[in-house]
């Protein structure tokens, strides 16, 4: 009997959907999605996850890294959401959003971001982006300062020292070759989900150069690093807190570059620290 291929892809789906809860239980994830929105700015598109305190009027906005996508981010999600709404999203061709026709640079996707902040009609957001996600965060913080009270850089890229794909690459294996079985399951899952055009989003992620925005930035700034962090080290990270003017600086000990994915509890602590303290903290 011949097999319906209408049949066979849904199949195929429900065996995925399968997957990815159990990789959710396994690392400890929600396996419930919270409200998800897909929302369109300028041809690309970013699918958000929303949680928490929908009373509070205080919005975290989670920008991560190259490879990855939402779904790391949920253990800070779930640390940060009694504290306000926190929304993850999915940049364009990652996670679960849809590849874009051309492959955005970190400025397009900024300006995508900054849309979709102004979309959610909360008000300026603490904007966190982690790794790559810093790059976009950045931006958004140049180029759209309304939209961002508060900006948080984890792991910043990328060290000006070392802007080459082979360089960056050995920088992260080494760094992964210390990470616990958690951050390589849902690291191997998001790469996967990256596609196949991951060499031109890693090249769109090479050619900006953040080190020329940090000294535009007039919104409040935290620089956060993981002791260990060989894809960001701690010279370049004292660089760029420096660049930013009146930026502060966090390191999580014993921790490296996914320090929000293996255990995201001492970063979140200095998150909500940096964000609840008064203007000009010591």
């Not at 009146?246 to 490296?256: F, N, W």
Request: proline content about 7%; aromatic content about 4%.
């Amino acid at each position: 009997m011949p097999i319906d291929p209408s049949d066979a892809r849904d199949a195929v789906a429900d065996l995925a959907e399968a997957a990815d809860r159990a990789i959710d239980e396994i690392t400890g994830l929600p396996t419930d999605d919270g409200d998800i929105e897909e929302f369109t700015y300028a041809g690309a598109t970013l699918i958000a996850e929303r949680r928490g305190d929908e009373t509070s009027r205080r919005t975290f906005v989670l920008v991560h890294g190259i490879g990855m996508g939402r779904k790391v981010f949920g253990d800070l999600a779930r640390r940060l959401q009694d504290h306000g709404v926190v929304i993850a999203i999915d940049q364009p061709g990652y996670g679960m959003a849809p590849e874009p026709p051309r492959t955005l640079t970190m400025e397009r996707t900024a300006d995508l971001v900054a849309a979709y902040v102004r979309h959610l009609n909360r008000g300026p957001v603490v904007l966190l982006g982690h790794s790559m996600g810093t790059q976009v965060a950045t931006e958004v913080a140049v180029r759209h300062p309304d939209t961002v009270a508060h900006l948080v850089l984890v792991a910043p890229t990328v060290d000006r020292r070392h802007r080459h794909a082979l360089s960056q690459l050995a920088r992260l294996a080494m760094d992964l070759m210390r990470e616990s079985p958690k951050v390589l399951l849902l690291g191997a899952r998001e790469y996967f989900r990256a596609g196949p055009n991951l060499r031109r989003k890693m090249h769109a992620m090479l050619v900006h150069r953040p080190e020329l925005s940090y000294p535009q930035i007039t919104t409040a700034a935290l620089v956060v690093r993981g002791e260990r962090d060989r894809v960001s080290p701690a010279e370049w990270c004292a660089e760029v807190a420096a660049a930013i003017p009146g930026a502060y600086e966090a390191e999580v000990l014993g921790h490296g570059h996914e320090t929000l994915i293996r255990d995201a509890e001492p970063a979140a602590r200095e998150i909500l620290d940096f964000v609840s303290a008064p203007p000009g903290r010591p």
